[in-house]
């Protein structure tokens, strides 16, 4: 099998920055968040893919921005707010299931181990919604799914830019600027704009920067380049680390508190990525 490491560095980088924007929204709306991230994003790549200039694919890549980061990351966020990032992030991950079915439709061949390796990643889903605590999960966990469903789409799409020659930089700008241009078109018809949070300190703000430039930028790249090179069948299900490592990390920083189910189903999860990889 081709070398996983981007996939998987990639999926460590994505599970650090959900705990954090469950904290952002605190003061910010989730159309206000999404469209800093993606702004931010756009930003630390836009020179980069200028030099390089626009080519085949980028229509492609425009699209799984609209629909995968203005519409998916904005479910997924609102996801977060409803229940905390280590139970959001392992819900949305049911798109790998959800991947394995469309990714034929882009001209990959998907085996039988991916195809069951989806399946434990749902399986791990189930019981992280039947996790503990007291607080009712279906709102959130509907918002997860439908965001889990949105991505799909959107991912499928990548991997038709980078069929379609597109570069690599150029995909994952793309991406960002089109969902930024969307997020402020509704940020600015729905009055959020004017409403604007105060008192978020410079500090915080290059903090913000700094989780969404290693989010939309860094972690995009890798994310787009695994997909030019393995496909989007495989990556997918390499980057579902993400929701066991998010689990882990967001009680050993204090930030929540996932039952055992919830790290069972996240266990489950990260059995899914070693088959994948192994097989």
Do not use: C, H
């Not at 150029?170 to 009055?191: P, Q």
């Not at 105060?198 to 860094?218: C, H, N, P, Q």
């Amino acid at each position: 099998m081709p070398n996983p490491a981007y996939a998987l560095v990639a999926s460590l980088i994505w599970a650090f920055s959900p705990i954090y924007y469950r904290a952002f929204m605190r003061k910010f709306d989730f159309l206000q968040l999404n469209l800093m991230r993606t702004s931010l994003g756009a930003a630390a790549l836009a020179v980069p893919a200028l030099l390089l200039g626009f080519g085949t694919g980028t229509g492609y890549a425009l699209l799984s921005g609209l629909i995968t980061l203005a519409v998916g990351d904005s479910l997924f966020l609102l996801s977060i707010g409803e229940m905390g990032a280590s139970i959001a992030t392992p819900v949305v991950y049911t798109y790998v299931l959800f991947v394995q079915l469309t990714a034929t439709t882009v001209g990959e061949t998907v085996p039988a181990a991916n195809v069951l390796a989806a399946l434990m990643v749902v399986a791990g889903v189930f019981l992280i919604s039947r996790g503990g605590g007291s607080k009712p999960r279906a709102k959130g966990i509907a918002l997860g799914i439908s965001a889990g469903l949105v991505w799909t789409a959107g991912q499928d799409l990548i991997r038709v830019a980078t069929n379609a020659g597109g570069n690599v930089v150029v995909v994952a700008f793309g991406r960002d600027f089109a969902a930024a241009l969307a997020l402020a078109a509704a940020v600015i018809a729905t009055g959020r704009m004017r409403a604007w949070p105060k008192g978020f300190t410079k500090r915080e703000y290059g903090f913000l920067a700094l989780i969404a430039v290693s989010d939309l930028a860094l972690g995009s790249l890798l994310y787009v380049y695994s997909i030019s090179v393995i496909g989007v069948a495989v990556t997918v299900i390499l980057t579902s680390l993400s929701p066991l490592l998010t689990q882990i990390l967001s009680k050993a920083l204090g930030k929540e508190s996932p039952s055992m189910r919830d790290f069972a189903g996240g266990a489950l999860i990260v059995a899914a990525v070693t088959l994948a990889v192994i097989l």
